[in-house]
């Protein structure tokens, strides 16, 4: 069982690189350097956004504000990003400060009432938007200066900067749930909520943290959006939520609480920018893209599923 | 032909390459009590299982009555005549109690075929189950929702949905390790009748004066493999432990080696509306104070309001002296209180979590490094309590799910003792365990007690309160009706006073 | 009926102020939010009390309001279609209950009282006949639609094919949705820089969002200079854009005009007094030449 | 305990209660029998696709291709609903077969494999958008027939039409769930499905059932919409299935599983359809009315819980 529940760990891997091997094969662009910085590139916002939701799914909850707090966090920051106002550290500090915020309200909500989180982030989801329309009055937040642009848009030693922040966040997400106690609590509360209150566990209190998290992440997220398209829009990551979620289910994470991995998540994440990369280079046609992703991640899920039945 | 109603040929069954039936035959006799015996993990409910067709075998057959039942799926095995209690309590919480009785079997407006075939017709089955609790002298009432009920009367539940369905093999797989004396002796009634009018029964419990009460024949597995059948008149009981663990097995309960001290906890006048009223008690450092009654007494409830899972209306508490109110288990830890659960899955381990993880769940803050945690400091104290606690696991990553109920008792009592508490509370410890790893933990308890910590131990098992407490409180209906010396308590006397 | 009207008028001015109501198709729309708000604008220069709702792109939600105007008694409504077809039941719920209904931007199938706008087909047009324009007549284009299957995505891709079939020098290489986004935009042009590289001409985004992401793309594969971008709507980055020269074109839409003459136009139908059915205000074409008339 | 639970039942009840006296003593014009045939009709395709989906939460599982069923639904029903072509059942019959099989797709692929719900039907909402396009041509389908747009837009002695199909479904669904085997096997199977298997219920069977349905009211909801705006869209639905998600959350079904009540459900759709209207009824700015729609929800669900918690 044991080694079988490892190698359900892998499974996805497995179709990952089934689905690249494909994708090699029937397009010579795919295996490029420049392809593959692309996608990283393209996959850095989801995937922050996913590291967030992971942390929230493997306690148990789910978190379906994320698109409207990178909307918000985004306009926040934008809003004080205009070349020769502030100095760069005061929009990030802005934009983080606001996402950690609005985490921090869904984590504080969920934990004092008893509504389910699904209802209180949906709410928030909308809150979130409207909150976000109110800032910038309907309008994008432009011009913003050649520093907070260089975030989304810059290189170094022609490596987009997503890219690099990509990976320093997966890193410390990794280690976050590996490797603190922090971690340990999220697996324990999602395990066996009950349980782990009569082990001592504060559960409302990891339970702030990882929203709290999540919102961080969305923040980044949202500062690395509106870098990217320099532009802080306030109708910006919408639906984000559900690729953020995909992305965490596909690797592994179980939304019924307690299991999951940051690797998994990451490549839940690659997979669906491969597809949706691949697809356009292959050019299809644009209806039939969405048949073929949707039909591409439940056969990469099947696939990954067939190593764990029993 | 026989007088076999069933016959199972070479039974073998693998979990990803884990051989856990291997060519197993069984053979039971029409109207006979056949007891299923062996260690936890030896393959009983898994063959159980295979009996029902919830499990699929690798290879062998079973017959009921002659015909080939391999392959069949439970929805056809159920109406062939088996039914089974199973060892996890699986009901339908949201389901009333009648629901639960007849769920799979419900009755229909106008029979099969009608026109109003599917329509439920409720007032039939709360009827049918009124009666059926009734004839059992169960008081549960059919309308009540399941979740509402204690662990004891939805395993009373359990029983009347097995016996409900005419079954000719009715499989008993640990009904009675969450009820309590009375309902035992309901239970074996019950059986009697059931023998009676011909039906057999396949029993499998860890409690070993239940089985020479009850059996006819019993059959021994051990790791797997089939070791004997042998007629209970044969056996004695040492024999039988023999058979399941291939060793003798000499004192069962172990004596105190050191003296009583002082007192570590005291609770005075404490009440719970609707629960428990006046309860006063104390323990001494060194000392094990047995909490025996019946279902429902109210014991768990004391136990969880000392360890802040629930609130309590009045009474005092005292550790030492000092007055205290833990209002999250964390305080309770934090003043130096465990609490081993009766409900081992819900509010002991984390299943998808290794047993190192568990072990140390609620010390962590001895494996900090800031916020990271040390895991050097964490293995080498987990590979201690598993060496000290002798659990049977693959190693320190082993996932507790994968563990025998024993073994995971051991987990959820380790993870109490890494956080260094005076006071420990068990409830049931042993239940669901099996022999050997029952006397383990006798000699695990006092041990504690020697080492100087006060033991609270709450059991349905009266001789194990009778081998191992120093004293024995008596609760009935939420009151404390006696606080029995080691030396006066009897069997009898604790019945008295727990039905008073 | 002037002889009428006029004496409701004064009934009107001596007591309660004239009420609208208007239906916006997308509130997070930066287009339909300058349109909305000249209409304030012009309510309050107006004296009217305007009620302003958001059918956030759907047309379900569009009838549903129209409906909810309906019940409360407004004395005229100001409808910006979602879709021609489906916000079609609007017009005629309207119809039925006696209140003038003025379609503002675009267009529905069903006849309202007036028109207050431009065609959307034109916008294309316009925008692909300065690509076939500076590429001679010859050239590799790509086109980035709008969300697939709304009205504006239908009319520009209609508008944008009219001109490339007049066109036979003129290849579609690849056509894809942006879904009106700015990143998604700049993704998609990214992938498509993978593909056919040098062989790109030209680029039209049905909209400015996606057009500036294609730009943003552009640039960063150092291809700006090789790659004509033109969308549509001139929104003010849009303009900062073609004043940089990084964007070649964009084609105006005067949302001012449109929220202005859609409340005049409603004012005098409520008042029952002459109006004009069809009130057409032309695109223009903006450039680098011309942006300066544009920017304020 | 048992007191406690009866209460929460009709927490919602209360917590709906009070905002429609709140909103009758804000604006007159809220409690007049126009607008609430207004709300009624509104309500009616939020509720059917809530209806379906709460048969699915109570399995345990969840269904995020509503939407896309909508619009495959009403594109198919409309492509044969012009008029003098086919008789008016064809539509019909055209738009639920298509409804159920995509529904029964859903319940095969979730029972065969081991891919979890929320993947299976992300995969088939995006699926299913694609379909739409494809059959439409990315083109809405208009022009139909009377007897179609009379489905949505027609009365009968005044009361709307959706309004009457939305109270037959509504009757239908509850004796569904209260009075049939399907239902009590559904509350079985969501509230311990090892439990429902080893009485002998066949899981998959109810799921297959169970989706299915869910497919069909889906199809009822999009033949609706497609009749009230005249027109088949391949985009209709976007973002429907939250909404009925939300409405069978707040009505009180467990994402767990195991618990809801068709009553619940009708709550919850009424209770968003009602702010929904009064904030367009009191002109609340449309940034605002979001922020005050996600506070209403939060707090609606809050105020049940209130005589749930112990
Ligand atoms: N679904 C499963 N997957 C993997 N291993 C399993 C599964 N079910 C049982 N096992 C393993 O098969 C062996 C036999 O388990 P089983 O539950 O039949 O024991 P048992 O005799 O009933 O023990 P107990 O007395 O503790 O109930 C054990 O090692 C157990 O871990
Ligand atoms: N979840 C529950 N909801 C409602 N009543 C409960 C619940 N659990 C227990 N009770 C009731 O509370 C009373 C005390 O139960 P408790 O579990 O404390 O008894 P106990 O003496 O520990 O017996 P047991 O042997 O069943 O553990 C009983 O009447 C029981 O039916
Ligand atoms: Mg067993
Ligand atoms: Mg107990």
Not at chain 2, 249 to 274: C, W, Y
Not at chain 3, 219 to 248: F, H, M, N, R
Request: glycine share 10%; aromatic share 6%; charged share 20%.
């Amino acid at each position: 069982m044991n080694r079988f529940s490892k190698f359900g760990q892998y499974g996805i891997f497995l179709a990952f690189a089934l689905i690249c091997l494909v994708l090699a094969l029937s397009t010579p662009k795919f295996f490029t350097i420049s392809n593959l910085l692309i996608i990283g590139n393209q996959v850095s916002i989801n995937a922050l956004l996913a590291f967030g939701v992971t942390f929230v799914i493997i306690t148990g909850g789910i978190d379906l504000s994320l698109g409207s707090m990178v909307a918000v966090t985004g306009v926040a920051a934008a809003s004080f990003a205009h070349p020769d106002t502030y100095p760069l550290v005061v929009p990030l500090l802005v934009g983080l400060g606001a996402g950690s915020a609005m985490g921090a309200f869904n984590g504080l909500v969920i934990t004092k009432s008893k509504v389910p989180p699904f209802i209180v982030t949906l709410g928030t989801m909308t809150i979130g938007r409207g909150l976000a329309l109110i800032l910038s009055k309907g309008r994008p937040v432009s011009n913003l200066s050649d520093e907070f642009n260089f975030i989304g848009g810059g290189n170094i030693a022609g490596i987009p900067f997503p890219i690099i922040i990509l990976l320093i966040a997966f890193a410390v997400c990794s280690v976050v749930l590996n490797k603190t106690i922090l971690g340990r609590y999220m697996y324990a509360v999602g395990g066996n909520e009950p349980a782990a209150r009569a082990s001592g566990i504060r559960v409302s209190r990891v339970k702030m943290w990882v929203y709290t998290i999540c919102g961080l992440l969305s923040a980044l997220g949202g500062i690395l959006l509106t870098s990217r398209i320099t532009t802080g829009q306030p109708n910006a990551g919408a639906g984000f939520e559900l690729d953020a979620i995909a992305a965490a289910i596909i690797g592994g994470t179980s939304t019924s609480g307690g299991t999951g991995t940051m690797t998994g998540t990451l490549i839940g994440a690659l997979l669906i920018g491969v597809i949706s990369n691949s697809l356009d280079l292959l050019n299809v046609t644009s209806y039939y893209q969405q048949v073929v992703m949707g039909v591409i991640i439940i056969g990469a899920v099947v696939l990954d599923g067939v190593g764990k039945k029993d | 032909m026989s007088d076999y109603i069933l016959r199972v040929k070479g039974i073998s069954k693998s979990f990803s390459g884990v051989k856990a039936l291997d060519n197993i035959h069984f053979d039971l006799k029409k109207g006979e009590v056949h007891a299923l015996m062996g260690e936890n993990g030896a393959g009983k409910s898994t063959f159980m299982k295979i009996l029902i067709g919830l499990v699929v075998p690798d290879s062998g057959e079973v017959l009921l009555e002659g015909e080939n039942l391999s392959g069949s799926h439970v929805t056809e095995t159920l109406k062939k005549g088996i039914s089974m209690i199973h060892q996890e309590i699986l009901i339908i919480p949201e389901l009333t109690v009648a629901q639960n009785i007849f769920l799979g079997r419900e009755r229909e407006v106008s029979g099969k075929g009608g026109i109003l075939s599917g329509w439920l017709n409720d007032s039939e089955i709360n009827r049918q189950a009124a009666a059926l609790l009734d004839r059992m002298g169960v008081n549960i009432a059919p309308k009540a929702k399941m979740k509402h009920l204690s662990v004891a009367q939805m395993q009373m539940v359990e029983i009347a949905k097995a016996i409900s369905n005419n079954a000719k093999v009715i499989i008993m797989d640990e009904p009675t390790s969450a009820i309590s004396e009375k309902e035992v002796a309901t239970l074996f009634q019950i059986i009697r009748d059931l023998k009676a009018q011909g039906v057999s029964i396949i029993y499998i419990s860890h409690k070993m004066d239940e089985i020479f009460q009850i059996s006819d024949t019993i059959t021994v597995l051990r790791d797997g493999k089939y070791i004997g059948t042998k007629r209970a008149a044969e056996l004695d009981q040492n024999a039988l432990i023999a058979m399941m663990v291939g060793r003798e097995i000499d004192q069962m309960f172990p004596e105190a080696t050191q003296p009583v001290g002082h007192e570590l906890l005291s609770v005075k006048n404490l009440g719970r509306a609707g629960k428990f009223a006046n309860i006063t008690f104390n323990v001494k450092s060194g000392e094990i104070l047995g909490l025996a009654g019946l279902m429902g007494a109210g014991r768990t409830e004391i136990a969880r309001a000392i360890f802040g899972l629930d609130h309590w209306d009045e009474g005092e508490i005292s550790i030492k002296q000092t007055p205290i109110r833990a209002r999250t288990p964390r305080e309770a830890i934090d003043r130096g209180i465990g609490y081993v659960s009766e409900d081992r899955k819900g509010l002991g381990f984390i299943p998808r979590m290794s047993v190192k993880d568990n072990i140390t769940l609620s010390s962590m803050n001895n494996h900090r490094k800031g916020g990271f945690i040390n895991t050097h400091s964490e293995q080498s104290v987990t590979e201690q309590m598993i060496a000290d606690l002798k659990i049977k696991t693959a190693g320190t990553g082993q996932h507790v799910t994968y563990l025998s109920g024993g073994n995971q008792q051991k987990v959820v009592i380790g993870r109490v003792l890494l956080a260094s508490p005076e006071i420990i509370m068990l409830d049931e410890p042993t239940r669901g365990v099996d022999v050997g790893a029952k006397f383990e933990i006798y000699k695990l308890i006092r041990s504690l007690a020697d080492r100087g910590m006060a033991i609270i131990m709450i059991s349905s098992e009266l001789p194990e309160i009778l081998g191992l407490s120093d004293r024995i409180l008596v609760l009935s209906k939420g009151k404390q009706t006696a606080l029995l010396s080691k030396a006066e308590a009897t069997q009898e006397l604790i019945m008295r006073y727990a039905v008073a | 009926g002037c002889n009428q009207s006029s004496n409701k008028e004064s009934a009107d001015g001596g007591g309660k102020k004239l009420v609208i109501g208007a239906t916006m198709l997308s509130m997070q729309n930066e287009f339909i939010v300058n349109v909305s708000d000249a209409m304030e604008a012009k309510a309050k220069e107006m004296g009217v009390e305007l009620i302003t709702v958001d059918a956030e792109r759907s047309a379900l939600k569009q009838v549903e309001q129209v409906e909810s105007f309906i019940g409360q008694g407004v004395d005229a409504i100001i409808m910006n279609p979602c879709e021609v077809e489906a916000s079609s039941p609007a017009i005629k719920l309207a119809m039925d209950a006696k209140i003038p209904i003025i379609n503002v931007n675009s267009e529905t199938s069903a006849k309202p009282t007036a028109f207050v706008g431009s065609d959307d087909t034109e916008s294309a047009r316009i925008a692909m006949r300065y690509i076939a324009e500076k590429l001679g007549g010859k050239g590799n284009v790509l086109m980035m639609h709008g969300f697939m299957g709304q009205a504006a995505q239908i009319r520009r891709d209609n508008g944008a094919k009219e001109i490339l079939k007049a066109n036979p020098g003129l290849k579609l290489l690849a056509e894809q949705t942006g879904e009106w986004d700015r990143a998604k935009g700049m993704s998609l042009t990214e992938n498509w820089i993978q593909s056919y590289g040098d062989k790109i001409n030209a680029i039209f985004a049905q909209n400015d969002e996606m057009g500036m992401g294609a730009v943003k793309a552009l640039e960063a594969a150092g291809l700006k200079g090789k790659v004509l971008v033109v969308s549509v709507d001139a929104i003010p980055d849009a303009l900062q854009a073609v004043k940089k020269g990084t964007l070649d074109a964009t084609v105006f839409q005067n949302a001012k005009e449109q929220g202005g003459k859609a409340i005049e136009t409603a004012v005098k139908a409520a008042k029952k007094e002459a109006f004009e059915k069809d009130v057409l205000i032309p695109f223009q074409l903006v450039t680098k030449e011309n942006v300066g008339n544009f920017l304020k």
